[in-house]
């Protein structure tokens, strides 16, 4: 039998013109927005945990309880030596007011024994006297002055450690800084627990938001720079294992230098993951779209075949013979490749059933198998 004569039975399709995303695929890396190790900031007995394991935490929510009599206990003694530094206070500002007094009466006593002394009533002796007296008595003032600085710089001091004995006492209630996801208990209750220590008490992470980073090839870089200078480029990401979850975000950062190791620009993009579908440090499918392309010849994927020369697509033509043309494919969308050069919108091409077709082959066009 002439194989002229075959009709071989295909499935074909229409090549469509469309307006295509214009997208680059890669894979990313899901990182918490912030990641806080909590320690403690004094030492002491870890007397309790108010949390759960993997549970979420608010910002301020009491997490771990130090022992807190040794500080409570300072707190007293620093209160108790500020109280004696103002009675030592007043007192020496009752021994000025005395002095001053003491001093306005020499004064004047010696302003009286020096009239006296001109007038001979009095002996120089006596007069030089007074003038002791005066004198002894402002020195006596300086004195006061002076104990009565003293104490104020005492009550500043013993203030100021009544003010740090009241930060040591609030650290002993540890509460988490951020809002987000604790992980493992890294101390347990009972433990003694070091100022800073090297160890974290636990890890929290912040999950809302979540971001993901991925490295693109750097000849993509002037064009993703011009597009988001418009607006945030739009990013959605899904599950290696479960790529019917797709979470969305926006591009947020673009890194400073391109790593020249790789020939990569590192990306970072920003999602609320409501549905808390991202876990840090999980890969995932990362997709970034730089705007669209229109116009485009789109053909099903099933279409395109490996040919001697690249690759190829059988065209049906009006007498239902086909013809092999090779083409230069574009970008992939789903389960549609764009057609640069080869095929124009139209045309009908075979998705099935090329294996027992060559160049000038009757076709019969049949159902797609559901």
């Given at each position: 039998?002439?194989?002229?004569?075959?009709?071989?039975?295909?499935?074909?399709?229409?090549?469509?013109?469309?307006?295509?995303?214009?997208?680059?695929?890669?894979?990313?890396?899901?990182?918490?927005?912030?990641?806080?190790?909590?320690?403690?900031?004094?030492?002491?007995?870890?007397?309790?945990?108010?949390?759960?394991?993997?549970?979420?935490?608010?910002?301020?929510?009491?997490?771990?309880?130090?022992?807190?009599?040794?500080?409570?206990?300072?707190?007293?003694?620093?209160?108790?030596?500020?109280?004696?530094?103002?009675?030592?206070?007043?007192?020496?500002?009752?021994?000025?007011?005395?002095?001053?007094?003491?001093?306005?009466?020499?004064?004047?006593?010696?302003?009286?024994?020096?009239?006296?002394?001109?007038?001979?009533?009095?002996?120089?002796?006596?007069?030089?006297?007074?003038?002791?007296?005066?004198?002894?008595?402002?020195?006596?003032?300086?004195a006061d002055q002076a104990a009565v600085e003293s104490a104020r710089a005492s009550l500043q001091s013993d203030l100021s450690l009544v003010e740090k004995a009241k930060l040591d006492l609030s650290y002993c209630s540890?509460?988490?800084?951020?809002?987000?996801?604790?992980?493992?208990?890294?101390?347990?209750?009972?433990?003694?627990?070091?100022?800073?220590?090297?160890?974290?008490?636990?890890?929290?992470?912040?999950?809302?938001?979540?971001?993901?980073?991925?490295?693109?090839?750097?000849?993509?870089?002037?064009?993703?720079?011009?597009a988001n200078a418009q607006n945030r480029l739009p990013v959605r990401v899904s599950l290696q294992n479960e790529p019917g979850k797709v979470v969305s975000g926006r591009l947020s950062v673009i890194d400073n230098t391109v790593d020249s190791t790789t020939g990569t620009i590192k990306l970072k993009a920003v999602f609320e993951d409501a549905q808390r579908v991202l876990w840090p440090g999980?890969?995932?499918?990362?997709?970034?779209?730089?705007?669209?392309?229109?116009?485009?010849?789109?053909?099903?994927?099933?279409?395109?075949?490996?040919?001697?020369?690249?690759?190829?697509?059988?065209?049906?033509?009006?007498?239902?013979?086909?013809?092999?043309?090779?083409?230069?494919?574009?970008?992939?969308?789903?389960?549609?490749?764009?057609?640069?050069?080869?095929?124009?919108?139209?045309?009908?091409?075979?998705?099935?059933?090329?294996?027992?077709?060559?160049?000038?082959?009757?076709?019969?066009?049949?159902?797609?198998?559901?």
């Amino acid at each position: 039998m002439d194989p002229a004569s075959l009709v071989v039975p295909v499935t074909v399709a229409k090549a469509t013109r469309e307006s295509v995303p214009v997208e680059i695929h890669v894979v990313g890396s899901v990182e918490a927005s912030s990641t806080v190790q909590v320690k403690s900031l004094v030492a002491g007995q870890l007397m309790s945990v108010h949390f759960a394991e993997g549970q979420d935490v608010k910002k301020d929510d009491l997490l771990f309880e130090i022992d807190p009599r040794s500080y409570q206990e300072a707190l007293r003694q620093a209160e108790s030596a500020v109280q004696r530094d103002r009675a030592q206070l007043r007192q020496a500002e009752a021994n000025v007011a005395k002095d001053l007094a003491q001093q306005q009466k020499a004064d004047l006593d010696a302003g009286r024994y020096d009239e006296l002394a001109k007038e001979g009533i009095v002996s120089k002796e006596q007069r030089e006297q007074m003038r002791t007296a005066a004198a002894t008595s402002g020195e006596s003032v300086k004195a006061d002055q002076a104990a009565v600085e003293s104490a104020r710089a005492s009550l500043q001091s013993d203030l100021s450690l009544v003010e740090k004995a009241k930060l040591d006492l609030s650290y002993c209630s540890i509460r988490s800084p951020i809002s987000g996801r604790a992980g493992n208990l890294l101390v347990h209750a009972g433990n003694l627990v070091k100022d800073n220590g090297d160890n974290a008490l636990v890890v929290i992470n912040q999950v809302a938001p979540i971001f993901v980073n991925f490295g693109v090839p750097e000849q993509y870089l002037p064009e993703i720079r011009r597009a988001n200078a418009q607006n945030r480029l739009p990013v959605r990401v899904s599950l290696q294992n479960e790529p019917g979850k797709v979470v969305s975000g926006r591009l947020s950062v673009i890194d400073n230098t391109v790593d020249s190791t790789t020939g990569t620009i590192k990306l970072k993009a920003v999602f609320e993951d409501a549905q808390r579908v991202l876990w840090p440090g999980q890969f995932v499918d990362t997709v970034l779209t730089l705007g669209a392309q229109d116009n485009a010849t789109v053909v099903p994927a099933e279409a395109v075949q490996a040919g001697q020369q690249g690759q190829l697509i059988y065209v049906v033509k009006q007498d239902q013979t086909v013809e092999a043309r090779n083409v230069t494919i574009g970008r992939s969308l789903d389960r549609k490749i764009v057609i640069e050069k080869g095929v124009e919108p139209g045309e009908t091409v075979v998705t099935d059933g090329q294996l027992r077709l060559f160049p000038g082959a009757h076709i019969r066009p049949v159902a797609a198998a559901s």
